[in-house]
Nanobody, 123 residues
């Protein structure tokens, strides 16, 4: 069974940084993709970043371009999201997700989800 376990969230001041991690188990990387999503209270889930394991294509939401970086460590079956220059508007629960095939902008196409990790940014 595929499991995704997230960590690295916390409370930081505006302008600070965090590194979020998602450890995957039971997942083959031959033809699959991973994404990071976030959801603030009372708001819809939105995509943050995504990539496909078998190529180097990546996607970033306009709101995080230049500040967030998605990366991978295949040997550790782990995906990371480095979040820099944090703003209060970045406050949300951050989720990692996995799907078969290439990455998608739409969370409904991802079959597996982590439990989420809270990121809170104070002004």
């Amino acid at each position: 069974q595929v499991q995704l376990v997230e960590s690295g969230g916390g409370l930081v001041q505006a302008g600070g940084s965090l590194r979020l991690s998602c450890a995957a188990s039971g997942l083959t990387f031959g033809n699959s993709a991973m994404g990071w999503f976030r959801q603030a209270p009372g708001k819809d889930r939105e995509i943050v970043a995504a990539f496909s394991w078998n190529d180097e294509n990546t996607y970033y939401a306009d709101s995080v371009k230049g500040r967030f970086t998605i990366s991978r460590d295949s040997a550790k079956s782990t995906v990371y999201l480095q979040v820099n220059s944090l703003k209060p508007e970045d406050t949300a629960v951050y989720y990692c997700a996995a799907k078969f095939g290439s990455y998608s902008h739409y969370g409904g196409q991802y079959a597996y989800w982590g439990q989420g990790t809270q990121v809170t940014v104070s002004s």
